[in-house]
């Protein structure tokens, strides 16, 4: 197919360092020089994200030295990746990125002066990943003769709402995304925006969640009505199940939207699991390609399913550190009232469930939630609910997950599930299918997943050497 627009987005690994950014932009260039029109959207250099987070903490614990060591080296990373691409010492992408360190410098200290780290702070502390390295693809775009400008997700028009951490762009995002970046694009000029950020109408800056580079592009893809959307990763595509678990595991050649936010939501790191949202109503598909072979076709992510005779099942995916909250005791007995307030005070907490099983006595109710969440659940729900009731937490839960349409209507599918599970003699816990029947979970304990994945893989016929005797 001939592209007139894409959108590219580039993960943190593809962004990791002055020769990841140059290979990058270099992936880019080879489009824009076929008479393509591309948006370029990047992540935070690798591990940064994770060190604006540590030292925002440790301002607000007080310890100011930790902090400033920890700038100090995120400066140092990233001069050394301009120097690297070609920036001069009194360059203005050199003088920027010395201001936005500046600028980050007096957000950390007054955290550590008020030792409070609020959402909003932490969203403004964590976005400078992304500011950081949008003026490095810039200059590694210009370096390859090519026009280009850089701006802030909020620069490049989107617009959300002031939920800081998870936040959701407002209606009238894409048309100032095409009023903002189309007339760069009519002029020839490339535009590098900084991912998993937007701000307020007010100016305040936001972040879209983790993984939330891939919400910006798809965003942005829909705005400008994108051929496709492209996310440069570091491997083939979406796979049947974790290569690092599965050595048998293989690219999925298609996916629908559908199936791939099950994936993601399951705990299959390839998107974020709102990232197709904006592209459903438009239909514009997808793409995960390898940054290391720009010539394989990845993964098409696209509105219709596309279902392989005689598999099922696409991929088995896992989220880890999970607990299951138990509720029993005759106060649950029947009474609606109860339940109700169950899920009221876990949507108070914004906590989000992963399953939920009750007994046909209705004298139980089980509930998966992350481990990280599960001191918050527990608390809500003991000062909500009121009688005679037993919470308690089982930690050490696994949730394991089957996806694909070709599950609907297909018999069977459960059974052989169950039977793989036992066979490998991995004991279930929880059992939940929606009734979309794109997926069926599992919660099981966390030390039999890496097993159970091996296990219902296999039974699937998922692998590369069950496909290639296909």
Do not use: C
């Amino acid at each position: 197919m001939a592209y007139s627009l894409l959108v590219m987005k580039f993960g943190g690994t593809n962004m990791q360092d002055a020769q990841a950014i140059r290979h990058s932009a270099s992936l880019a260039a080879r489009s824009i020089r076929e008479g393509v029109k591309v948006v370029v959207v990047v992540s935070a250099m690798a591990g940064v994200t994770n060190q604006l987070l540590g030292l925002a903490d440790a301002a607000q614990r007080g310890d100011i030295a930790t902090a400033n060591d920890e700038i100090a080296a995120l400066r140092t990373r990233h001069f050394a990746a301009a120097q690297e691409l070609g920036a001069a010492p009194d360059s203005e992408v050199v003088r920027e990125i010395r201001e936005l360190h500046e600028t980050l410098r007096q957000a950390v200290y007054g955290v550590y002066l008020l030792r409070e780290l609020t959402p909003r702070s932490r969203d403004l502390i964590v976005a400078f990943g992304e500011r950081f390295s949008a003026p490095l693809m810039r200059l590694a775009l210009e370096g390859q003769g090519l026009l280009a400008h850089h701006l802030t997700g909020g620069q490049a028009g989107i617009t959300t709402d002031a939920h800081f951490g998870n936040a959701r762009p407002l209606p009238g995002t894409y048309e100032r995304i095409r009023d903002r970046l189309g007339g760069l694009l009519a002029a020839g000029v490339t535009p590098v925006v900084a991912g998993f950020m937007g701000e307020t109408e007010e100016g305040a800056i936001t972040t879209l969640g983790r993984g939330g580079t891939d919400f910006s592009a798809t965003i942005i893809g829909k705005a400008l009505g994108a051929d496709e959307v492209w996310a440069w990763k570091d491997v083939d595509g979406v796979m049947s199940a974790d290569p690092r678990v599965v050595p048998d595991a293989r690219n999925i050649e298609v996916l629908s939207y559908g199936e791939v936010m099950e994936l993601a939501y399951f705990g299959a790191k390839v998107l974020h699991p709102l990232a197709v949202t904006p592209l459903q109503e438009s239909g514009i598909p997808l793409r995960v390609k390898s940054a290391a072979d720009p010539d394989f076709p990845g993964t098409l992510v696209q509105e219709a399913a596309h279902n392989e005779a005689g598999h099922p099942v696409k991929a088995v995916t896992a989220i880890r550190r999970v607990s299951i909250i138990n509720v029993t005791g005759a106060g649950v007995l029947g009474v609606p009232e109860v339940v109700a307030s169950l899920f009221e005070a876990i949507a108070r907490e914004n906590i989000t469930l992963l399953m939920v099983s009750q007994s046909s006595s209705m004298s139980n109710v089980s509930l998966a939630v992350q481990s990280a969440d599960a001191a918050r659940t527990l608390d809500a729900l003991r000062r909500r609910v009121t009688g005679e009731l037993n919470i308690e937490e089982q930690p050490g839960v696994a949730v394991l997950a089957i996806v694909g349409a070709g599950m609907r209507g297909q018999k069977g599918v459960a059974a052989r599930l169950f039977g793989a599970l036992a066979a490998a003699d991995v004991n279930i816990l929880m059992i939940s299918q929606g009734s979309s029947e794109l997926n069926i979970s599992v919660a099981l304990e966390d030390a039999q997943v890496e097993r159970a994945t091996r296990a219902v893989h296999a039974a699937f016929g998922l692998g590369q050497t069950a496909a290639a005797a296909d």
